[in-house]
Protein backbone atom coordinates (compact mmCIF):
# COMPACT_ATOMS: atom_id res chain seq x y z
CA UNK A 1 0.00 0.00 0.00
CA UNK A 2 1.93 3.04 -0.86
CA UNK A 3 1.80 5.92 1.34
CA UNK A 4 -0.65 8.31 -0.55
CA UNK A 5 -3.42 5.51 -0.16
CA UNK A 6 -2.42 5.64 3.55
CA UNK A 7 -3.18 9.76 3.24
CA UNK A 8 -6.54 8.86 1.68
CA UNK A 9 -7.42 6.23 4.41
CA UNK A 10 -6.62 8.38 7.06
CA UNK A 11 -8.86 11.46 5.55
CA UNK A 12 -12.01 8.64 6.47
CA UNK A 13 -11.38 9.21 10.15
CA UNK A 14 -11.29 12.74 9.79
CA UNK A 15 -13.34 15.76 10.35
CA UNK A 16 -12.69 16.01 6.18
CA UNK A 17 -15.10 13.01 6.14
CA UNK A 18 -17.61 14.36 8.01
CA UNK A 19 -17.89 17.96 6.92
CA UNK A 20 -20.79 18.51 4.83
CA UNK A 21 -21.67 15.17 4.51
CA UNK A 22 -24.94 14.72 6.38
CA UNK A 23 -26.08 10.98 5.26
CA UNK A 24 -22.59 9.78 7.75
CA UNK A 25 -24.49 10.93 11.01
CA UNK A 26 -27.97 9.49 9.49
CA UNK A 27 -26.16 6.09 8.49
CA UNK A 28 -25.19 6.39 12.64
CA UNK A 29 -28.41 6.90 13.77
CA UNK A 30 -30.23 4.20 11.69
CA UNK A 31 -26.91 1.33 12.51
CA UNK A 32 -28.15 2.82 16.36
CA UNK A 33 -31.80 2.07 15.90
CA UNK A 34 -30.92 -1.30 13.85
CA UNK A 35 -28.49 -2.75 16.57
CA UNK A 36 -31.41 -1.76 19.68
CA UNK A 37 -33.47 -4.21 17.22
CA UNK A 38 -31.01 -6.74 16.71
CA UNK A 39 -30.62 -6.66 20.72
CA UNK A 40 -34.20 -7.30 21.48
CA UNK A 41 -34.75 -10.21 18.73
CA UNK A 42 -34.62 -12.51 21.64
CA UNK A 43 -35.25 -15.78 18.68
CA UNK A 44 -32.62 -16.28 16.09
CA UNK A 45 -34.07 -16.21 12.63
CA UNK A 46 -32.07 -18.96 11.41
CA UNK A 47 -32.68 -21.07 7.88
CA UNK A 48 -33.60 -24.24 7.95
CA UNK A 49 -35.43 -26.05 5.15
CA UNK A 50 -37.46 -23.37 4.11
CA UNK A 51 -36.89 -19.60 3.23
CA UNK A 52 -35.32 -17.20 5.68
CA UNK A 53 -37.39 -15.52 7.48
CA UNK A 54 -36.44 -11.80 8.30
CA UNK A 55 -37.48 -9.58 11.38
CA UNK A 56 -39.74 -6.77 9.37
CA UNK A 57 -38.12 -3.93 11.68
CA UNK A 58 -34.71 -5.07 11.50
CA UNK A 59 -34.67 -5.22 7.88
CA UNK A 60 -36.20 -2.13 6.76
CA UNK A 61 -34.05 -0.03 9.64
CA UNK A 62 -30.74 -2.64 8.15
CA UNK A 63 -31.52 -1.05 5.27
CA UNK A 64 -31.89 2.38 5.87
CA UNK A 65 -28.26 2.09 7.41
CA UNK A 66 -26.63 0.49 4.00
CA UNK A 67 -28.14 2.68 2.09
CA UNK A 68 -27.08 5.97 4.26
CA UNK A 69 -23.68 4.43 4.91
CA UNK A 70 -22.72 3.41 1.48
CA UNK A 71 -23.45 6.45 -0.21
CA UNK A 72 -21.88 9.21 2.74
CA UNK A 73 -18.81 7.00 1.77
CA UNK A 74 -19.44 8.11 -2.14
CA UNK A 75 -19.90 11.81 -0.98
CA UNK A 76 -16.30 12.05 0.29
CA UNK A 77 -15.37 9.83 -2.51
CA UNK A 78 -16.91 12.02 -5.27
CA UNK A 79 -15.88 14.84 -3.42
CA UNK A 80 -12.29 14.54 -3.79
CA UNK A 81 -11.50 13.21 -7.11
CA UNK A 82 -13.76 15.83 -8.18
CA UNK A 83 -12.02 18.31 -6.74
CA UNK A 84 -9.80 21.03 -9.19
CA UNK A 85 -6.87 20.23 -7.42
CA UNK A 86 -7.34 16.13 -7.75
CA UNK A 87 -5.87 16.53 -11.44
CA UNK A 88 -3.09 18.58 -10.45
CA UNK A 89 -1.87 16.52 -8.06
CA UNK A 90 0.08 13.22 -8.88
CA UNK A 91 -1.52 10.11 -7.89
CA UNK A 92 -4.57 11.29 -5.94
CA UNK A 93 -7.12 10.22 -7.90
CA UNK A 94 -5.44 6.84 -7.86
CA UNK A 95 -4.66 6.68 -3.89
CA UNK A 96 -8.28 7.68 -3.39
CA UNK A 97 -9.76 5.31 -5.88
CA UNK A 98 -7.56 2.32 -3.97
CA UNK A 99 -8.74 3.94 -0.71
CA UNK A 100 -12.39 3.41 -1.47
CA UNK A 101 -12.03 -0.28 -2.11
CA UNK A 102 -10.94 -0.33 1.52
CA UNK A 103 -13.21 1.86 3.16
CA UNK A 104 -15.92 -0.29 1.07
CA UNK A 105 -14.84 -3.92 2.17
CA UNK A 106 -14.59 -2.36 5.61
CA UNK A 107 -18.25 -1.62 5.51
CA UNK A 108 -19.91 -4.12 3.95
CA UNK A 109 -18.12 -6.64 6.60
CA UNK A 110 -19.05 -4.27 9.77
CA UNK A 111 -22.92 -3.83 8.47
CA UNK A 112 -23.19 -7.54 7.69
CA UNK A 113 -22.89 -8.26 10.71
CA UNK A 114 -26.66 -7.65 12.30
CA UNK A 115 -28.15 -10.21 9.88
CA UNK A 116 -25.30 -12.52 10.11
CA UNK A 117 -25.58 -12.51 13.78
CA UNK A 118 -29.48 -13.60 13.83
CA UNK A 119 -28.55 -16.48 11.17
CA UNK A 120 -28.80 -14.75 7.67
CA UNK A 121 -26.34 -16.45 5.57
CA UNK A 122 -23.48 -14.56 4.87
CA UNK A 123 -23.34 -14.73 1.45
CA UNK A 124 -26.47 -13.91 0.66
CA UNK A 125 -25.79 -11.20 2.85
CA UNK A 126 -23.33 -9.83 0.84
CA UNK A 127 -25.43 -10.41 -1.86
CA UNK A 128 -27.53 -7.73 -1.00
CA UNK A 129 -24.94 -5.73 0.34
CA UNK A 130 -23.08 -5.22 -2.63
CA UNK A 131 -26.54 -4.45 -5.09
CA UNK A 132 -26.60 -1.63 -2.50
CA UNK A 133 -23.21 -0.62 -3.15
CA UNK A 134 -23.82 -0.46 -7.18
CA UNK A 135 -26.38 1.81 -6.86
CA UNK A 136 -25.25 4.35 -3.88
CA UNK A 137 -22.09 4.86 -5.21
CA UNK A 138 -23.20 6.60 -8.39
CA UNK A 139 -21.73 9.85 -9.02
CA UNK A 140 -24.50 11.67 -10.47
CA UNK A 141 -26.28 12.15 -7.32
CA UNK A 142 -23.45 12.60 -4.71
CA UNK A 143 -20.99 15.45 -4.52
CA UNK A 144 -20.89 18.79 -4.88
CA UNK A 145 -23.65 20.29 -7.76
CA UNK A 146 -21.15 21.84 -9.74
CA UNK A 147 -19.09 18.63 -10.57
CA UNK A 148 -21.43 16.20 -10.90
CA UNK A 149 -22.11 14.45 -14.62
CA UNK A 150 -25.95 14.53 -16.33
CA UNK A 151 -27.88 12.56 -14.20
CA UNK A 152 -28.79 9.21 -15.68
CA UNK A 153 -32.79 8.73 -15.92
CA UNK A 154 -32.86 5.05 -16.12
CA UNK A 155 -29.93 4.62 -13.41
CA UNK A 156 -32.12 7.00 -11.04
CA UNK A 157 -35.35 5.21 -12.07
CA UNK A 158 -33.64 1.96 -11.20
CA UNK A 159 -32.10 2.67 -7.99
CA UNK A 160 -35.80 3.66 -6.52
CA UNK A 161 -37.45 0.83 -7.39
CA UNK A 162 -35.05 -1.52 -6.07
CA UNK A 163 -34.54 1.20 -2.80
CA UNK A 164 -38.33 0.62 -2.50
CA UNK A 165 -38.63 -3.02 -2.87
CA UNK A 166 -36.16 -3.83 -0.97
CA UNK A 167 -37.26 -1.73 2.38
CA UNK A 168 -40.61 -4.57 1.94
CA UNK A 169 -39.32 -7.51 3.94
CA UNK A 170 -40.51 -10.06 1.12
CA UNK A 171 -37.83 -8.96 -1.31
CA UNK A 172 -34.89 -9.18 1.16
CA UNK A 173 -35.73 -12.58 2.24
CA UNK A 174 -36.09 -13.52 -1.79
CA UNK A 175 -32.33 -12.52 -1.70
CA UNK A 176 -31.62 -14.01 1.43
CA UNK A 177 -32.86 -17.02 0.64
CA UNK A 178 -31.52 -17.52 -2.95
CA UNK A 179 -29.11 -20.75 -3.35
CA UNK A 180 -25.70 -19.91 -3.23
CA UNK A 181 -24.71 -19.66 -7.01
CA UNK A 182 -27.42 -16.27 -7.58
CA UNK A 183 -25.84 -15.17 -3.71
CA UNK A 184 -22.46 -15.50 -6.11
CA UNK A 185 -23.87 -14.17 -9.64
CA UNK A 186 -25.18 -10.92 -7.74
CA UNK A 187 -21.77 -10.15 -5.60
CA UNK A 188 -20.01 -10.36 -9.02
CA UNK A 189 -22.20 -8.30 -11.22
CA UNK A 190 -23.19 -5.88 -8.45
CA UNK A 191 -18.91 -5.28 -7.31
CA UNK A 192 -18.13 -5.42 -11.02
CA UNK A 193 -20.77 -2.62 -11.74
CA UNK A 194 -19.44 -0.53 -8.53
CA UNK A 195 -15.78 -0.81 -9.51
CA UNK A 196 -17.12 1.05 -13.24
CA UNK A 197 -19.12 3.46 -11.45
CA UNK A 198 -16.37 4.18 -9.07
CA UNK A 199 -13.57 4.71 -11.42
CA UNK A 200 -13.01 8.34 -12.64
CA UNK A 201 -10.33 9.50 -14.71
CA UNK A 202 -10.69 13.76 -15.56
CA UNK A 203 -10.28 14.77 -19.19
CA UNK A 204 -7.45 15.98 -20.05
CA UNK A 205 -6.66 19.96 -20.72
CA UNK A 206 -6.38 19.36 -24.80
CA UNK A 207 -9.65 17.09 -24.71
CA UNK A 208 -11.50 19.28 -21.99
CA UNK A 209 -10.37 22.41 -24.39
CA UNK A 210 -11.08 20.91 -27.80
CA UNK A 211 -14.70 19.36 -26.29
CA UNK A 212 -15.38 23.74 -25.64
CA UNK A 213 -13.90 25.18 -28.62
CA UNK A 214 -16.87 27.34 -30.27
CA UNK A 215 -17.14 26.26 -33.91
CA UNK A 216 -16.26 29.06 -36.78
CA UNK A 217 -18.67 29.47 -38.82
CA UNK A 218 -18.74 31.13 -42.22
CA UNK A 219 -22.22 33.17 -42.32
CA UNK A 220 -24.30 30.57 -43.76
CA UNK A 221 -26.73 31.78 -46.46
CA UNK A 222 -30.21 31.61 -44.83
CA UNK A 223 -32.66 29.37 -47.02
CA UNK A 224 -35.95 30.51 -47.84
CA UNK A 225 -37.52 27.56 -45.48
CA UNK A 226 -35.12 28.03 -42.73
CA UNK A 227 -37.86 30.54 -40.65
CA UNK A 228 -40.47 28.16 -41.52
CA UNK A 229 -39.01 25.97 -39.55
CA UNK A 230 -37.55 27.46 -37.26
CA UNK A 231 -40.91 28.73 -36.51
CA UNK A 232 -42.00 25.53 -36.04
CA UNK A 233 -39.55 24.31 -33.60
CA UNK A 234 -40.50 27.21 -31.87
CA UNK A 235 -44.18 26.75 -31.39
CA UNK A 236 -43.67 22.81 -30.52
CA UNK A 237 -41.21 24.61 -27.96
CA UNK A 238 -43.52 26.84 -26.53
CA UNK A 239 -46.52 24.82 -26.83
CA UNK A 240 -44.53 21.53 -24.71
CA UNK A 241 -43.78 24.61 -22.36
CA UNK A 242 -47.33 25.32 -21.81
CA UNK A 243 -48.01 21.39 -21.20
CA UNK A 244 -45.69 20.96 -18.54
CA UNK A 245 -46.57 24.34 -16.93
CA UNK A 246 -49.93 23.70 -16.63
CA UNK A 247 -49.06 20.22 -15.14
CA UNK A 248 -46.80 21.69 -12.60
CA UNK A 249 -49.78 24.50 -12.28
CA UNK A 250 -52.23 21.61 -11.17
CA UNK A 251 -49.89 19.94 -9.02
CA UNK A 252 -48.37 22.75 -6.58
CA UNK A 253 -52.00 24.20 -6.94
CA UNK A 254 -52.57 25.30 -2.85
CA UNK A 255 -55.68 27.02 -1.36
CA UNK A 256 -55.79 31.12 -1.20
CA UNK A 257 -54.26 31.33 1.89
CA UNK A 258 -51.20 29.62 0.75
CA UNK A 259 -50.67 31.27 -2.90
CA UNK A 260 -48.42 33.86 -2.05
CA UNK A 261 -45.62 32.10 0.85
CA UNK A 262 -42.48 33.64 1.79
CA UNK A 263 -41.10 30.60 0.81
CA UNK A 264 -41.23 29.01 -2.75
CA UNK A 265 -43.52 26.35 -3.38
CA UNK A 266 -42.03 22.95 -4.40
CA UNK A 267 -43.06 19.55 -4.94
CA UNK A 268 -41.52 18.78 -1.71
CA UNK A 269 -44.38 20.41 0.06
CA UNK A 270 -47.46 19.33 -2.39
CA UNK A 271 -50.83 20.84 -2.61
CA UNK A 272 -54.13 18.50 -2.48
CA UNK A 273 -54.14 18.09 -6.09
CA UNK A 274 -50.20 17.08 -6.37
CA UNK A 275 -51.00 15.02 -2.51
CA UNK A 276 -53.63 12.52 -4.19
CA UNK A 277 -52.14 12.21 -7.95
CA UNK A 278 -48.32 11.35 -5.57
CA UNK A 279 -50.20 9.04 -3.05
CA UNK A 280 -52.23 7.39 -5.66
CA UNK A 281 -49.08 6.60 -6.99
CA UNK A 282 -46.93 5.37 -5.03
CA UNK A 283 -49.95 3.11 -3.02
CA UNK A 284 -50.50 1.86 -6.69
CA UNK A 285 -46.66 1.27 -7.52
CA UNK A 286 -46.70 -0.56 -3.39
CA UNK A 287 -49.55 -2.71 -4.62
CA UNK A 288 -47.41 -3.98 -7.79
CA UNK A 289 -44.34 -4.44 -5.99
CA UNK A 290 -46.07 -6.68 -3.44
CA UNK A 291 -48.16 -8.47 -6.27
CA UNK A 292 -45.01 -9.23 -8.00
CA UNK A 293 -42.88 -10.14 -4.74
CA UNK A 294 -45.83 -12.66 -3.87
CA UNK A 295 -45.01 -14.22 -7.28
CA UNK A 296 -41.44 -14.30 -7.49
CA UNK A 297 -42.10 -16.16 -4.02
CA UNK A 298 -44.85 -18.54 -4.34
CA UNK A 299 -45.00 -18.74 -8.12
CA UNK A 300 -48.99 -17.50 -8.23
CA UNK A 301 -50.84 -14.54 -7.41
CA UNK A 302 -50.93 -13.97 -3.89
CA UNK A 303 -53.78 -14.03 -1.87
CA UNK A 304 -55.99 -11.33 -0.37
CA UNK A 305 -54.70 -12.10 3.07
CA UNK A 306 -50.80 -11.91 2.02
CA UNK A 307 -51.54 -9.07 0.03
CA UNK A 308 -52.84 -7.07 2.91
CA UNK A 309 -49.49 -8.60 4.91
CA UNK A 310 -47.11 -7.68 2.62
CA UNK A 311 -49.09 -3.42 2.24
CA UNK A 312 -48.93 -3.34 6.14
CA UNK A 313 -46.20 -0.59 5.48
CA UNK A 314 -47.49 1.12 2.89
CA UNK A 315 -49.37 3.99 5.42
CA UNK A 316 -46.05 4.41 6.89
CA UNK A 317 -43.95 4.52 3.43
CA UNK A 318 -46.25 7.29 2.58
CA UNK A 319 -46.24 8.98 5.85
CA UNK A 320 -42.29 9.49 5.68
CA UNK A 321 -41.96 10.15 2.22
CA UNK A 322 -44.74 13.64 2.13
CA UNK A 323 -43.27 14.72 6.19
CA UNK A 324 -39.24 14.43 4.99
CA UNK A 325 -39.90 17.17 2.56
CA UNK A 326 -41.69 19.66 5.80
CA UNK A 327 -38.13 21.31 6.39
CA UNK A 328 -36.17 21.19 3.50
CA UNK A 329 -36.72 24.93 3.09
CA UNK A 330 -34.74 25.19 6.17
CA UNK A 331 -31.35 24.57 4.03
CA UNK A 332 -32.30 26.78 1.13
CA UNK A 333 -31.18 29.89 2.00
CA UNK A 334 -29.58 31.20 -0.99
CA UNK A 335 -32.96 33.36 -1.92
CA UNK A 336 -33.55 34.91 1.69
CA UNK A 337 -31.40 38.02 1.49
CA UNK A 338 -32.65 39.18 -1.76
CA UNK A 339 -36.27 38.16 -0.53
CA UNK A 340 -35.31 40.38 2.60
CA UNK A 341 -34.32 43.37 0.69
CA UNK A 342 -36.70 43.58 -2.51
CA UNK A 343 -40.28 41.98 -0.44
CA UNK A 344 -40.38 44.93 1.89
CA UNK A 345 -40.51 42.30 4.62
CA UNK A 346 -38.69 44.63 7.13
CA UNK A 347 -36.13 43.40 9.57
CA UNK A 348 -34.78 40.00 9.51
CA UNK A 349 -36.85 38.87 12.70
CA UNK A 350 -40.25 39.79 10.49
CA UNK A 351 -39.04 37.91 7.93
CA UNK A 352 -38.61 34.64 10.29
CA UNK A 353 -41.89 35.05 11.27
CA UNK A 354 -43.18 35.24 7.91
CA UNK A 355 -41.37 31.98 6.98
CA UNK A 356 -42.36 30.08 9.86
CA UNK A 357 -46.28 31.41 9.54
CA UNK A 358 -46.18 29.75 5.93
CA UNK A 359 -43.97 26.54 7.26
CA UNK A 360 -47.41 26.37 10.15
CA UNK A 361 -50.05 26.38 7.19
CA UNK A 362 -48.57 24.15 5.07
CA UNK A 363 -47.52 21.62 7.65
CA UNK A 364 -51.34 21.74 9.08
CA UNK A 365 -52.66 21.13 5.71
CA UNK A 366 -50.26 18.20 4.99
CA UNK A 367 -50.88 16.41 8.86
CA UNK A 368 -54.79 16.81 7.61
CA UNK A 369 -54.11 15.18 4.22
CA UNK A 370 -51.50 12.55 5.90
CA UNK A 371 -54.40 11.80 8.60
CA UNK A 372 -57.35 11.22 6.17
CA UNK A 373 -54.99 8.55 4.11
CA UNK A 374 -52.78 6.85 6.38
CA UNK A 375 -54.65 6.35 9.42
CA UNK A 376 -57.82 4.44 8.27
CA UNK A 377 -55.64 2.67 5.42
CA UNK A 378 -53.41 1.70 8.44
CA UNK A 379 -56.35 0.56 10.82
CA UNK A 380 -57.80 -1.17 7.55
CA UNK A 381 -54.44 -3.20 6.99
CA UNK A 382 -53.75 -4.06 10.57
CA UNK A 383 -56.90 -5.56 11.12
CA UNK A 384 -57.49 -3.27 13.94
CA UNK A 385 -61.30 -2.61 14.93
CA UNK A 386 -62.80 0.90 13.45
CA UNK A 387 -63.28 2.47 17.12
CA UNK A 388 -59.59 2.81 17.30
CA UNK A 389 -59.18 5.23 14.53
CA UNK A 390 -60.04 8.50 16.02
CA UNK A 391 -57.22 8.23 18.69
CA UNK A 392 -55.10 6.79 16.15
CA UNK A 393 -55.66 10.18 13.61
CA UNK A 394 -55.49 12.35 16.59
CA UNK A 395 -51.88 10.47 17.35
CA UNK A 396 -50.70 10.56 13.77
CA UNK A 397 -51.91 14.26 13.19
CA UNK A 398 -49.69 15.31 16.31
CA UNK A 399 -46.65 13.54 15.13
CA UNK A 400 -46.53 14.75 11.66
CA UNK A 401 -46.81 18.51 13.53
CA UNK A 402 -44.11 17.68 15.96
CA UNK A 403 -41.87 16.04 13.60
CA UNK A 404 -42.37 18.94 11.10
CA UNK A 405 -40.70 21.25 13.73
CA UNK A 406 -38.21 18.71 14.93
CA UNK A 407 -35.18 20.18 13.33
CA UNK A 408 -35.85 23.68 14.46
CA UNK A 409 -33.58 22.44 17.44
CA UNK A 410 -30.94 22.70 15.29
CA UNK A 411 -31.41 26.53 14.98
CA UNK A 412 -32.15 26.75 18.54
CA UNK A 413 -29.31 24.63 19.88
CA UNK A 414 -26.54 25.11 17.22
CA UNK A 415 -24.61 27.70 15.98
CA UNK A 416 -22.12 26.47 13.56
CA UNK A 417 -22.63 23.51 11.25
CA UNK A 418 -26.45 23.68 10.94
CA UNK A 419 -26.82 22.18 8.09
CA UNK A 420 -25.81 18.96 9.27
CA UNK A 421 -28.21 18.83 12.38
CA UNK A 422 -31.34 19.73 10.89
CA UNK A 423 -30.81 16.86 7.75
CA UNK A 424 -30.13 14.54 11.21
CA UNK A 425 -33.30 16.00 13.22
CA UNK A 426 -35.48 15.80 10.18
CA UNK A 427 -34.38 12.40 9.05
CA UNK A 428 -34.84 11.50 12.94
CA UNK A 429 -38.26 12.53 13.02
CA UNK A 430 -39.46 11.57 9.40
CA UNK A 431 -38.17 7.93 9.50
CA UNK A 432 -37.53 7.01 13.17
CA UNK A 433 -40.04 9.02 14.96
CA UNK A 434 -43.20 7.81 12.19
CA UNK A 435 -41.70 4.66 11.90
CA UNK A 436 -41.90 4.21 15.77
CA UNK A 437 -45.29 5.92 15.91
CA UNK A 438 -47.13 3.60 13.73
CA UNK A 439 -45.47 0.65 15.28
CA UNK A 440 -47.66 1.24 18.60
CA UNK A 441 -50.32 3.26 17.01
CA UNK A 442 -51.19 0.20 14.99
CA UNK A 443 -50.29 -3.09 17.26
CA UNK A 444 -53.05 -5.63 18.16
CA UNK A 445 -52.68 -4.42 21.68
CA UNK A 446 -54.26 -1.16 23.09
CA UNK A 447 -50.83 1.49 22.96
CA UNK A 448 -50.59 2.75 26.68
CA UNK A 449 -51.41 5.86 27.82
CA UNK A 450 -47.92 7.40 28.29
CA UNK A 451 -48.06 7.06 24.27
CA UNK A 452 -51.08 9.12 23.67
CA UNK A 453 -48.93 11.86 26.26
CA UNK A 454 -46.18 11.63 24.40
CA UNK A 455 -47.76 12.40 21.02
CA UNK A 456 -50.28 15.46 22.17
CA UNK A 457 -47.21 16.91 23.62
CA UNK A 458 -46.17 17.42 20.33
CA UNK A 459 -48.34 19.89 19.38
CA UNK A 460 -47.26 22.26 22.56
CA UNK A 461 -43.65 21.15 21.34
CA UNK A 462 -44.38 23.09 18.03
CA UNK A 463 -46.23 25.58 19.56
CA UNK A 464 -42.34 26.63 21.15
CA UNK A 465 -40.57 25.97 18.45
CA UNK A 466 -42.77 28.64 16.06
CA UNK A 467 -42.32 30.76 19.41
CA UNK A 468 -38.41 30.72 20.00
CA UNK A 469 -37.24 29.51 16.01
CA UNK A 470 -37.87 32.81 14.43
CA UNK A 471 -35.70 34.58 17.02
CA UNK A 472 -32.90 32.41 16.61
CA UNK A 473 -33.14 32.23 12.77
CA UNK A 474 -32.81 35.72 12.20
CA UNK A 475 -29.28 35.80 14.19
CA UNK A 476 -28.16 32.66 12.27
CA UNK A 477 -25.80 33.27 9.14
CA UNK A 478 -27.57 33.82 5.82
CA UNK A 479 -25.79 33.30 2.46
CA UNK A 480 -24.30 36.94 1.09
CA UNK A 481 -25.48 35.41 -2.87
CA UNK A 482 -26.91 32.33 -4.66
CA UNK A 483 -24.25 28.93 -4.63
CA UNK A 484 -23.35 28.30 -8.41
CA UNK A 485 -25.77 26.62 -10.33
CA UNK A 486 -24.85 23.11 -11.24
Not at 5 to 11: F, G, I, V
Not at 122 to 145: H, I, R, T
Not at 322 to 348: E, I, K, Q, V
Not at 402 to 428: A, D, E, R
Request: aromatic content about 12%; charged content about 10%.
Amino acid sequence: MSRKTLHALRLYASPVFTRENPTFFTGLLFVGVCILTTYFEHTPAAQHAGPFKLPPQLGVWWWLSLQALLTSIACHYWRQVRSPLASMTAGMIDAEYHAVHYVLAGALLLLALPLVLIGAPPLNVLAQESLCAALSVNGDMVGPKQLRKPMRLLRVLLMFFIFAAFMFPGAQEAVLSAPWYVALGLIGISLAFTLIELHHRPATPATAQSAYTPVKQDSPKILPYAKRTNTSTSTSTSTSTSTSTRISTLLLWQFSWLRQPAMPNTMATPGPVGFALSAAVLLIGFIILTVFMGIFTQGALPTWPHSKMGLHSAPVMLCMVFSSGLSTWLLARADWPFMLNLAGYGTRYNFAVALYATHAKRTVQLACMVTLTCAPLGVFLSNLPWHRLPLTALCLFSTVIGVSYLPSLGILLFKKSQTIFITVLNLLGSFVGLQSAFLIMLSKTQPPLWFYALTLSAIPFAACMAWAAPRALARADWPIQPPATP
